[in-house]
């Protein structure tokens, strides 16, 4: 008999498996599947994820998440995996700009500043709501407690993202909009007057922030300026960090988990991040396809399934005329279902890669919130082959 796809293996060597998808395609629950599987398998495992779903947390006994690691209680890792756990499960659901503050923390030597850089309206802005930062800030947020080398294992839930590039190209994209030649011309007045002058301007420049302070006001330019004078000095903190953790990611300890649904697009997306994964020199150790229709049994002849349905105690007092309308839609509901089985195997097939395992999770009828839910998650990424369907 064949082995079934497994990610078992990811969990046992790696110390950082950070899952990468579009938004809603089940990445936090492969994450949490995954933290309950390196508590399985004896380690101390922490789950940073971003956004739970609530239902996902209460099943794990965890009605509030916060920005500090909170432990599983042991009867509800038993519960969801079916005996007694000899390791660990912590969840920590990331505060972004508590992440940021962290950051600005670390690298000012200066409480004076750091209170002014806190207290200033557009560093709240760009620490709660710069495109990027949230990524940046899980990201950072990844590298301070991977270097506390409290854990065993750490699996990281990405924020959700319309395109799941957005999650690598993020520290870029924060650094470059606070050190952007748009922003050096405008805080050069800053420098040389001390003050937000727009004497200190050329007459085209100072026409235009003029003008811009009409709408905007000339207090608000101030904030600004002076927000990315006091930035600047530690830019180089968070272009450090971005490199770190660069440098993280691509080191033997770290691996990629790809997360998606059978669909054409999200598939795309896992096709573009696994090639950026290969020109960035980073491990790409599965792929996890949620959602997945399975191939139905053998279909019974209409009136086959029309005689099992006379024959059931529950349709009894049932026309013949209902039984056979109710044996017309199954009849129906199955041969689409067989129609999406194999639509989702096509756009599956474009995936496979020997070297890389490919789990599939089956459709369920139950809601992931549910410990049983959990449990069958866990059993198909660990490659129990009675939870996992195999395509041949």
């Not at 002014?116 to 710069?130: A, G, M």
């Not at 799941?164 to 011309?185: G, Q």
């Not at 020199?281 to 792929?287: A, D, F, P, Q």
């Not at 998650?377 to 369907?389: N, Y």
Request: with cysteine; glycine share 8%.
């Amino acid at each position: 008999m064949l082995a079934q796809p497994s990610l078992e293996n990811l969990v046992r060597t790696r110390r950082i498996v950070v899952c990468v998808g579009s938004g809603g395609v089940g990445k936090t629950t492969t994450a949490a599947s995954l933290g309950l599987s390196g508590a399985r398998a004896g380690k101390k495992t922490l789950v940073l994820t971003i956004d739970p779903a609530k239902r996902l947390a209460q099943a794990l006994g965890m009605p509030h998440i916060g920005h500090a690691a909170e432990q599983v209680a042991a009867d509800k890792l038993a519960a969801v995996l079916g005996g007694e756990v000899k390791g660990t499960l912590d969840a920590l659901m990331l505060d972004q700009k508590r992440a940021f503050d962290e950051i600005v923390e670390r690298y000012t030597q200066d409480a004076a500043q750091r209170e002014r850089i806190f207290k200033n309206r557009i560093y709240q802005q760009i620490s709660s709501s710069l495109a990027g930062s949230h990524e940046y800030a899980a990201m950072s947020k990844l590298h301070e407690i991977a270097n506390q080398k409290q854990y065993d294992l750490i699996v990281l839930d990405t924020p959700p993202v319309q395109n799941a590039l957005d999650f690598l190209e993020a520290p870029e994209r924060v650094t470059a909009a606070i050190d952007s030649p748009a922003i050096e011309w405008l805080v050069r007045p800053y420098l040389a007057a001390g003050h937000f002058s727009l004497k200190a301007l050329g007459v085209g420049a100072s026409f235009v922030l003029g003008r811009l302070g009409r709408f905007v006001g000339s207090q608000f330019l101030e904030e600004m300026a002076q927000f990315f004078v006091e930035f600047n000095a530690i830019l180089g903190g968070f272009r450090e960090r971005a490199r770190e953790v660069f440098n993280l990611l691509r080191s033997n300890d770290a691996t990629f988990v790809l997360v998606s649904s059978a669909e054409a697009p999200a598939i795309d997306e896992v096709l573009a991040f696994s090639e950026r994964l290969r020109l960035t020199h980073m491990s790409l150790g599965g792929c996890v396809v949620n959602r997945v229709h399975e191939r139905l049994p053998p279909q019974l002849s209409r009136q086959e399934l029309i005689d099992e349905l006379s024959a059931r105690p529950e349709l009894r007092g049932f026309s013949l005329d209902d039984i056979v309308q109710v044996a017309a839609d199954l009849d129906r509901t199955a041969r689409e279902f067989s129609l999406l089985a194999e639509s989702d195997e096509k756009q599956i097939a474009r995936l496979v890669r020997g070297d890389v395992p490919l789990v599939r999770v089956p459709y369920l009828d139950t809601d992931i919130g549910d410990v049983a839910a959990l449990g069958t998650i866990v059993r198909c990424l660990m490659g129990d082959p009675k939870s996992v369907t195999r395509l041949e």
